[in-house]
């Protein structure tokens, strides 16, 4: 079923117009739409202009003492190779492997200083070149416009490789809602439903029925399940001497589940089999939309929590016995200076930390304020599950709470959000 879904998502990725979806916040209501891409302007949501993807070409040279190709578009723009990426990018079947889409030629067999001998355009859509040891390599109009280095070009693969959009949310969030057996049976229910997942964060699905089983249905629509050392399922409820803070009855504060982890889990899934008829409320933010506001009031402490390494532990025994160990960032920021996961659990924070003595009253300081910006009204979701909602959420960003009779499921790498559960059964 999952190679239905992924060919779905193959197809509609790099070969077509990827259709995106967008969540329309309202006080009033939720709606799932499909929209062309979406850029972030001055706060305003726009449909971005499409990259002109004109693949015809009117004219081929070569530059820089034939260490570059130049290829001018029809459409008057140009494109700027180098002669080392499209040596090391030959598609003929001695260099790639077209079965696997996979790059047979070997790096040591790569002149990295390599130019090129002659090229010729054919029919404004293909390039020919020869090489100094007269291989020959033949590319597509097409294929090389995808690849062009330009920021356009690049911002558009990475749009349609990575889905980067993020839409941030606070208090007044309606939550996407789909139907449980329309995303097991569609493919383009399935699609729509992981695209608003990694946009948003958070995704309800409705009319599951209300017994075990049907979590591991949907962790198999999509993936497969990981075990852990809570095993591959588990019921959380109150227990003597607990080995996790879940297993009480107090309030648990937000976070992100296992950070201890290497690569914490990307996706959690919480199915509600029973509500309690007292309390069973539920609690869930945007770490994202809260890492921005604190960036914003605070750069220093955001600075604090993106650099700064902090010790995570988890020691016990349940399917087995484990002793684990990480360090992690409690905001996590790539390469390009964007957040990309949030890593926060409270309960789990060792008492070592590995810093200098004078760097750890700031920390606490950075700490306090972001957990204060979590947990303000501003902020956060409040709600209570009923029996056969699934709730799905990015453990990259969503951070939560809940007191409801739950299954959970973990799937990894993954998501965002932080979450806190007050008192709860889950299974994983």
Not at 65 to 83: M, Q, R, T
Not at 221 to 233: E, K, M, Q, S
Request: with cysteine; glycine share 6%.
């Amino acid at each position: 079923m999952w190679t239905a879904v992924g060919n779905y998502l193959l197809r509609s990725k790099v070969y077509q117009d990827c259709p995106r979806v967008s969540l329309l916040i309202q006080k009033s209501r939720s709606t799932i739409t499909r929209s062309p891409p979406l850029q972030y302007s001055a706060g305003v949501v726009q449909a971005a202009q499409p990259f002109n993807m004109n693949a015809r070409i009117q004219k081929v040279e070569a530059l820089d003492a034939n260490h570059f190709v130049c290829i001018h578009w029809e459409d008057g723009g140009k494109s700027l190779y180098p002669s080392v990426w499209l040596r090391d990018n030959c598609q003929c079947p001695d260099c790639f492997l077209h079965s696997a889409k996979a790059r047979k030629l070997p790096l040591e067999d790569l002149d990295v200083d390599t130019g090129v001998k002659d090229i010729t355009l054919t029919d404004r859509k293909k390039v020919y070149i020869i090489w100094p040891n007269e291989h020959t390599s033949e590319f597509e109009a097409e294929w090389l416009k995808k690849r062009c280095f330009s920021e356009q070009a690049r911002a558009k693969m990475r749009e349609e490789l990575f889905v980067p959009e993020h839409e941030y949310w606070g208090s007044d969030l309606q939550f996407p809602e789909m139907s449980f057996e329309d995303v097991l049976s569609s493919d383009e229910s399935a699609y729509t439903w992981l695209s608003t997942l990694k946009k948003v964060g958070i995704v309800m699905l409705t009319g599951a029925a209300t017994r075990q089983g049907e979590l591991v249905k949907l962790g198999k629509r999509i993936g497969f399940l990981r075990l852990t050392f809570y095993g591959p399922t588990w019921q959380v409820q109150d227990k003597m001497d607990a080995n996790n803070v879940a297993y009480t009855t107090g309030k648990l504060n937000f976070h992100t589940d296992y950070p201890v982890l290497q690569h914490p889990p990307g996706v959690q899934f919480l199915h509600c089999i029973k509500q309690t008829t007292a309390g069973g409320e539920s609690e869930v933010v945007d770490g994202f939309h809260v890492s921005r506001k604190l960036k914003q009031q605070n750069p220093q402490a955001f600075q604090i929590l993106s650099s700064t390494l902090v010790d995570f532990t988890d020691v016990g025994v349940d399917y087995c016995d484990f002793s684990m160990q990480s360090k992690q960032k409690i905001i996590q920021i790539n390469d390009r200076g964007e957040m990309d996961r949030i890593n926060y659990n409270n309960a789990t924070r060792d008492t070592v930390f590995d810093i200098s003595a004078e760097k750890v009253q700031p920390f606490y300081a950075a700490l306090k304020e972001f957990v204060n910006l979590l947990n303000s009204t501003e902020h956060k979701v409040t709600y209570k599950m009923k029996p056969g909602l699934w709730n799905l959420q990015s453990q990259i960003r969503a951070a939560g709470l809940c007191s409801v009779v739950h299954h959970f499921l973990f799937l990894l790498p993954g998501a965002s959000g932080i979450y806190s559960p007050q008192s709860q059964q889950e299974e994983t």
